[in-house]
Protein backbone atom coordinates (compact mmCIF):
# COMPACT_ATOMS: atom_id res chain seq x y z
CA UNK A 1 0.00 0.00 0.00
CA UNK A 2 2.76 2.62 1.24
CA UNK A 3 5.12 1.95 -1.95
CA UNK A 4 1.79 2.44 -4.34
CA UNK A 5 0.46 5.51 -2.91
CA UNK A 6 4.45 6.58 -3.31
CA UNK A 7 4.57 5.38 -7.00
CA UNK A 8 1.68 7.32 -7.32
CA UNK A 9 2.57 10.31 -6.48
CA UNK A 10 6.27 10.31 -8.13
CA UNK A 11 3.90 9.82 -11.31
CA UNK A 12 1.91 12.34 -10.80
CA UNK A 13 4.77 14.61 -10.28
CA UNK A 14 6.87 13.25 -13.36
CA UNK A 15 4.02 13.88 -15.95
CA UNK A 16 3.56 17.42 -15.07
CA UNK A 17 7.34 18.17 -15.78
CA UNK A 18 6.91 16.77 -19.11
CA UNK A 19 3.60 18.55 -19.95
CA UNK A 20 5.33 21.89 -20.48
CA UNK A 21 6.66 21.53 -24.14
CA UNK A 22 4.02 23.05 -26.66
CA UNK A 23 4.37 20.39 -30.09
CA UNK A 24 5.20 23.64 -31.79
CA UNK A 25 8.28 23.76 -30.07
CA UNK A 26 9.47 20.67 -31.37
CA UNK A 27 8.30 20.64 -35.20
CA UNK A 28 11.43 21.40 -37.74
CA UNK A 29 11.01 23.67 -40.62
CA UNK A 30 7.48 24.37 -39.99
CA UNK A 31 6.48 27.03 -42.22
CA UNK A 32 7.51 25.32 -45.34
CA UNK A 33 4.56 25.00 -47.52
CA UNK A 34 2.86 21.64 -48.72
CA UNK A 35 4.68 21.07 -52.32
CA UNK A 36 7.10 24.08 -51.82
CA UNK A 37 10.55 24.09 -53.67
CA UNK A 38 13.00 24.88 -51.85
CA UNK A 39 16.63 25.99 -53.62
CA UNK A 40 19.69 25.52 -52.18
CA UNK A 41 21.53 28.29 -53.30
CA UNK A 42 24.19 28.08 -50.21
CA UNK A 43 27.99 27.83 -51.66
CA UNK A 44 29.79 26.68 -48.81
CA UNK A 45 32.63 24.73 -49.39
CA UNK A 46 35.40 23.47 -46.74
CA UNK A 47 38.32 25.35 -46.10
CA UNK A 48 41.79 24.02 -44.77
CA UNK A 49 42.55 25.41 -41.20
CA UNK A 50 45.53 25.33 -39.01
CA UNK A 51 46.30 21.97 -37.29
CA UNK A 52 43.76 20.14 -39.81
CA UNK A 53 45.20 16.35 -40.99
CA UNK A 54 44.98 16.11 -44.57
CA UNK A 55 46.05 12.97 -46.36
CA UNK A 56 47.25 13.71 -50.10
CA UNK A 57 47.84 10.80 -52.78
CA UNK A 58 49.68 11.50 -56.20
CA UNK A 59 49.42 8.97 -59.26
CA UNK A 60 50.19 8.15 -62.33
CA UNK A 61 50.04 6.23 -65.04
CA UNK A 62 54.11 5.86 -64.15
CA UNK A 63 53.86 4.73 -60.38
CA UNK A 64 57.42 5.60 -60.17
CA UNK A 65 57.45 8.72 -61.00
CA UNK A 66 55.07 10.04 -58.72
CA UNK A 67 56.40 7.24 -55.92
CA UNK A 68 58.57 10.46 -54.91
CA UNK A 69 55.23 12.75 -54.14
CA UNK A 70 53.93 9.93 -51.70
CA UNK A 71 55.33 9.38 -48.17
CA UNK A 72 54.49 6.26 -46.29
CA UNK A 73 55.56 4.90 -42.76
CA UNK A 74 57.29 2.21 -41.86
CA UNK A 75 58.89 -0.49 -44.91
CA UNK A 76 57.05 -2.66 -46.51
CA UNK A 77 57.28 -6.88 -45.03
CA UNK A 78 55.31 -9.72 -45.46
CA UNK A 79 53.10 -8.19 -48.10
CA UNK A 80 51.36 -5.17 -46.01
CA UNK A 81 51.86 -1.93 -47.57
CA UNK A 82 53.30 0.94 -45.25
CA UNK A 83 50.51 3.47 -44.32
CA UNK A 84 50.54 6.71 -46.39
CA UNK A 85 51.75 9.60 -44.03
CA UNK A 86 49.03 12.80 -43.52
CA UNK A 87 50.53 16.06 -43.75
CA UNK A 88 49.41 18.70 -40.82
CA UNK A 89 48.99 22.53 -41.83
CA UNK A 90 51.08 24.12 -39.13
CA UNK A 91 50.60 27.33 -37.46
CA UNK A 92 51.63 29.17 -40.66
CA UNK A 93 48.60 27.53 -42.52
CA UNK A 94 51.47 25.04 -44.60
CA UNK A 95 52.05 21.86 -44.86
CA UNK A 96 55.91 20.49 -46.21
CA UNK A 97 55.20 18.77 -48.81
CA UNK A 98 57.88 16.01 -50.58
CA UNK A 99 60.33 17.65 -53.28
CA UNK A 100 58.27 21.02 -53.74
CA UNK A 101 58.82 21.96 -50.06
CA UNK A 102 56.15 24.19 -47.94
CA UNK A 103 52.79 24.95 -49.64
CA UNK A 104 50.44 27.48 -48.48
CA UNK A 105 46.85 26.01 -48.28
CA UNK A 106 44.90 27.11 -45.41
CA UNK A 107 41.89 28.71 -46.22
CA UNK A 108 42.01 26.87 -49.37
CA UNK A 109 39.07 24.20 -50.20
CA UNK A 110 40.57 20.74 -51.22
CA UNK A 111 40.03 21.85 -54.88
CA UNK A 112 42.28 24.93 -54.64
CA UNK A 113 44.62 22.55 -53.40
CA UNK A 114 44.35 20.49 -56.05
CA UNK A 115 44.99 23.14 -58.68
CA UNK A 116 47.68 24.35 -57.12
CA UNK A 117 49.61 21.17 -56.23
CA UNK A 118 48.86 19.96 -59.92
CA UNK A 119 50.63 23.47 -61.50
CA UNK A 120 53.31 22.85 -58.92
CA UNK A 121 54.17 19.23 -60.27
CA UNK A 122 53.42 20.39 -63.74
CA UNK A 123 57.40 20.53 -64.01
CA UNK A 124 57.74 16.67 -62.65
CA UNK A 125 54.77 14.68 -63.32
CA UNK A 126 52.36 14.30 -66.47
CA UNK A 127 48.47 14.64 -66.06
CA UNK A 128 48.58 13.89 -62.02
CA UNK A 129 45.47 12.49 -60.44
CA UNK A 130 45.42 14.29 -56.39
CA UNK A 131 43.02 12.88 -54.20
CA UNK A 132 42.91 14.78 -51.26
CA UNK A 133 41.05 14.02 -48.06
CA UNK A 134 40.83 16.07 -44.40
CA UNK A 135 41.34 13.22 -41.92
CA UNK A 136 40.12 14.68 -38.52
CA UNK A 137 37.36 15.90 -39.93
CA UNK A 138 35.11 15.85 -36.65
CA UNK A 139 31.67 17.73 -35.19
CA UNK A 140 31.09 18.07 -31.54
CA UNK A 141 27.30 17.92 -30.66
CA UNK A 142 26.62 18.68 -26.97
CA UNK A 143 23.15 19.77 -24.89
CA UNK A 144 19.83 18.25 -25.07
CA UNK A 145 20.46 15.80 -27.39
CA UNK A 146 20.19 11.68 -27.28
CA UNK A 147 23.65 11.07 -27.72
CA UNK A 148 25.77 14.17 -27.34
CA UNK A 149 29.79 13.60 -28.54
CA UNK A 150 32.40 13.95 -31.29
CA UNK A 151 31.50 12.34 -34.45
CA UNK A 152 34.26 12.03 -36.64
CA UNK A 153 33.10 12.89 -40.50
CA UNK A 154 34.15 10.64 -43.81
CA UNK A 155 33.13 13.43 -46.55
CA UNK A 156 34.09 16.71 -47.06
CA UNK A 157 30.71 18.52 -46.10
CA UNK A 158 28.11 18.23 -43.01
CA UNK A 159 25.00 19.78 -42.69
CA UNK A 160 23.99 20.58 -39.00
CA UNK A 161 20.76 18.03 -39.46
CA UNK A 162 22.79 15.59 -40.61
CA UNK A 163 25.15 16.44 -37.31
CA UNK A 164 21.94 16.17 -34.88
CA UNK A 165 21.21 12.65 -36.58
CA UNK A 166 24.62 11.29 -35.93
CA UNK A 167 23.47 12.55 -32.05
CA UNK A 168 20.52 10.83 -32.28
CA UNK A 169 18.08 14.03 -32.61
CA UNK A 170 17.33 17.07 -30.34
CA UNK A 171 15.57 15.49 -27.29
CA UNK A 172 12.11 16.94 -26.05
CA UNK A 173 13.81 19.33 -23.80
CA UNK A 174 15.85 20.82 -26.34
CA UNK A 175 15.35 24.05 -28.34
CA UNK A 176 15.22 24.17 -31.64
CA UNK A 177 15.23 27.49 -32.41
CA UNK A 178 18.10 28.73 -31.14
CA UNK A 179 21.21 26.15 -31.63
CA UNK A 180 24.10 28.00 -30.97
CA UNK A 181 27.23 26.35 -33.44
CA UNK A 182 30.67 27.68 -32.15
CA UNK A 183 33.12 27.31 -35.02
CA UNK A 184 36.77 28.23 -34.91
CA UNK A 185 38.97 30.57 -37.35
CA UNK A 186 42.96 30.75 -36.28
CA UNK A 187 42.24 30.54 -32.62
CA UNK A 188 39.18 33.19 -32.97
CA UNK A 189 35.98 31.93 -31.41
CA UNK A 190 32.80 32.70 -33.66
CA UNK A 191 29.25 32.66 -32.00
CA UNK A 192 26.09 31.99 -34.69
CA UNK A 193 22.76 30.75 -34.07
CA UNK A 194 20.36 28.96 -36.23
CA UNK A 195 16.51 28.40 -35.74
CA UNK A 196 15.54 24.94 -36.96
CA UNK A 197 12.05 25.44 -36.98
CA UNK A 198 11.90 28.16 -39.73
CA UNK A 199 13.10 27.08 -43.35
CA UNK A 200 15.52 30.35 -43.55
CA UNK A 201 17.84 27.89 -41.48
CA UNK A 202 18.63 26.41 -44.93
CA UNK A 203 20.19 29.73 -45.42
CA UNK A 204 21.94 30.02 -42.72
CA UNK A 205 25.74 30.05 -42.49
CA UNK A 206 25.93 27.97 -40.07
CA UNK A 207 23.87 25.18 -41.91
CA UNK A 208 26.77 23.36 -43.36
CA UNK A 209 29.78 23.10 -40.76
CA UNK A 210 32.84 22.88 -41.02
CA UNK A 211 35.82 20.91 -39.52
CA UNK A 212 35.72 20.69 -35.72
CA UNK A 213 32.67 22.96 -35.10
CA UNK A 214 30.74 22.65 -31.63
CA UNK A 215 26.70 22.49 -31.95
CA UNK A 216 24.79 23.20 -28.57
CA UNK A 217 21.60 22.77 -28.31
CA UNK A 218 20.30 24.57 -25.38
CA UNK A 219 17.36 23.08 -23.06
CA UNK A 220 13.88 24.84 -23.34
CA UNK A 221 11.99 26.13 -20.68
CA UNK A 222 11.09 23.12 -19.04
CA UNK A 223 14.18 21.48 -19.99
CA UNK A 224 15.20 24.88 -17.56
CA UNK A 225 13.28 24.05 -14.80
CA UNK A 226 13.31 20.14 -14.93
CA UNK A 227 16.20 19.96 -12.54
CA UNK A 228 14.89 22.29 -10.16
CA UNK A 229 11.63 20.46 -10.11
CA UNK A 230 13.36 17.18 -10.28
CA UNK A 231 14.91 18.70 -6.44
CA UNK A 232 11.86 19.54 -5.57
CA UNK A 233 9.66 16.18 -6.25
CA UNK A 234 13.01 14.76 -4.39
CA UNK A 235 12.36 16.80 -1.33
CA UNK A 236 8.23 16.50 -1.98
CA UNK A 237 8.58 12.73 -2.27
CA UNK A 238 10.75 12.66 0.94
CA UNK A 239 8.28 14.47 2.72
CA UNK A 240 5.42 12.23 1.67
CA UNK A 241 6.88 9.04 1.81
CA UNK A 242 8.04 10.15 5.96
CA UNK A 243 4.24 11.41 6.52
CA UNK A 244 3.14 8.03 4.89
CA UNK A 245 5.51 6.13 7.21
CA UNK A 246 4.12 8.06 10.36
CA UNK A 247 0.82 7.78 9.69
CA UNK A 248 1.14 3.56 9.30
CA UNK A 249 2.71 3.89 11.99
CA UNK A 250 0.16 5.46 13.97
CA UNK A 251 -2.17 3.51 12.36
CA UNK A 252 -0.45 0.25 13.12
CA UNK A 253 -0.61 1.07 17.05
CA UNK A 254 -3.81 1.92 17.23
Known sequence: MYQKIKLACYLAITCLVFSCTPSKD?????????????????????????????????????????????????????????EQ?????????????????????????????????????????????????????TVTVLGAVNRPGTYPITGEQITIMEALGYAGDINIKGRRDNVLVIRDFDGTKVYNRINLNSKDALKSPVYYL????VVYVEPNK??????????????????ISTLITSTVILLTRN
Open 26 to 82: VVYFQDASQFETLVDDNTFTTKFKVDDLVSINVSTLDPEASAPFNLYAGSEEGGIRP
Open 85 to 137: VNYLVDKNGEIDFPVIGKIKIEGLSPSETRELLRDKLKDYLKDPIINIRIRNF
Open 210 to 213: TQND
Open 222 to 239: SGKTQSSLDQRATIAISI
